[in-house]
């Protein structure tokens, strides 16, 4: 079965204090893998998306890196305006679109 | 690009009623999307596939009759909750698909039923 595991489900830390978020997942056959960020009472944001193994993404002071088995979002000298659940998803060889999601990590980042 | 918008961003209904939920591309044709449901604290669940012009697919677990998907048109797909209950009270978010991947979801549609 298709499945897709984030940790830690929380995470809080300092202002400035760099930190990684993991997904792991185990699937049949790994089409992309995506991240987006979820504010309360809204709709998921696109940040990423990895296609194969050892790719690796930026966008300002996040990074996002893949291996055959899991992904990490790397999180460098947050800002309070980062806080927010962070989603991981799979999407798998053979589904148009369809995305299999982890359970999030809601990240808060303290001034 | 590729906005989706969904209307109305929440709603409140009485037990028994029949809510409808938009969804729209507004600056893309989608020939796909996605409806998700979210409980509080919870991932997003899938709930069914929308195709344009075709009965949508729903995954294990979730009642046709009761969530009703139409996708008339390449910009527009509308889920109907048909005899609303309390415990249907949810966030409802819908995707629109550009083609292979998965890009944009709207903002979401909190759904609370008296």
């Known amino acids: 079965e298709d499945q897709v595991t984030q940790s830690p489900e929380a995470l809080r830390l300092q202002e400035g204090e760099s930190s990684s978020l993991n997904c792991s997942y185990t699937?049949?056959?790994?089409?992309?893998l995506f991240w987006y960020r979820q504010d309360p009472g809204k709709g998921p944001e696109f940040l990423f998306t990895?296609?194969?193994a050892g790719e690796e993404k930026e966008k300002e002071r996040l990074k996002a890196t893949l291996t055959k088995k899991e992904s990490f979002l790397h999180i460098t000298a947050p800002k309070p305006e980062d806080s927010a659940t962070y989603l991981c998803?799979?999407?798998?060889?053979?589904?148009?679109?369809?995305?299999?999601f982890g359970q999030g990590t809601t990240l808060q980042v303290k001034p | 690009g590729a906005v989706v918008s969904q209307h109305p961003s929440w709603v409140i209904c009485k037990s028994g009623t029949s809510v409808k939920i938009e969804c729209r591309s507004l600056d893309f044709q989608a020939t796909t999307m996605f409806w998700y449901r979210q409980f509080p604290k919870q991932s997003l669940m899938l709930m069914a596939t929308s195709n344009e012009g075709s009965k949508a697919t729903y995954e294990q677990g979730v009642e046709k009759d009761k969530f009703l998907i139409n996708h008339a048109s390449l910009t527009l797909s509308t889920l109907t909750v048909t005899s609303a209950h309390p415990e249907d009270s949810s966030f409802y978010i819908c995707s629109a698909s550009l083609g292979a991947n998965v890009l944009t979801f709207g903002a979401g549609s909190r759904l609370t039923v008296l």
């Open positions: 998803a799979v999407q798998t060889r053979g589904n148009t679109g369809k995305l299999i």
């Open positions: 699937v049949s056959g790994l089409r992309g």
């Open positions: 990895l296609y194969s």
